[in-house]
Nanobody
């Protein structure tokens, strides 16, 4: 399976963007899906993740209450709705999957090492 992230761009502080992560070459329906971000000069940071059913989501502290992660099985896509954006949200955002078609991804991980498929990244820039 391959992941394609999209939806990045320029937003003003307080504004919103929606990122999409679409799968091709396989289904994401049993996967835990996550988003990570990396700002210039900083380490990759966990943003959010969702389990296979969509019934469990976890958010990093910096984005709690502002970002919402959801998934659409019919489109093989997960969405990261970002609201109340801040300049410190500026980063390249990467979607990732713990892809294992033999099992259901029940438990959500915040660790990048637990994800074995990565998208190419999409740049989000928030101006003050």
């Amino acid at each position: 399976v391959q992941l394609q992230a999209s939806g990045g761009g320029l937003a003003q502080a307080g504004g919103s963007l929606r990122l999409s992560c679409s799968g091709s070459g396989g289904t994401l329906s049993s996967d835990v899906m996550g988003w990570f971000r990396q700002a210039p000069g900083k380490e990759r940071e966990f943003v959010a993740a969702i389990n296979w059913s969509g019934g469990s989501t976890v958010y990093g502290d910096p984005v709690k209450g502002r970002f919402t992660l959801s998934r659409d099985f019919s489109k093989n896509t997960v969405y990261l709705q970002m609201s109340s954006l801040k300049p410190e949200d500026t980063a390249v955002y990467y979607c990732a999957a713990h892809h294992d078609p033999t099992t259901l991804g029940v438990f959500v991980s915040t660790l990048s090492a637990d994800y074995n498929v990565w998208g190419q990244g999409t740049l989000v820039t928030v101006s003050s």
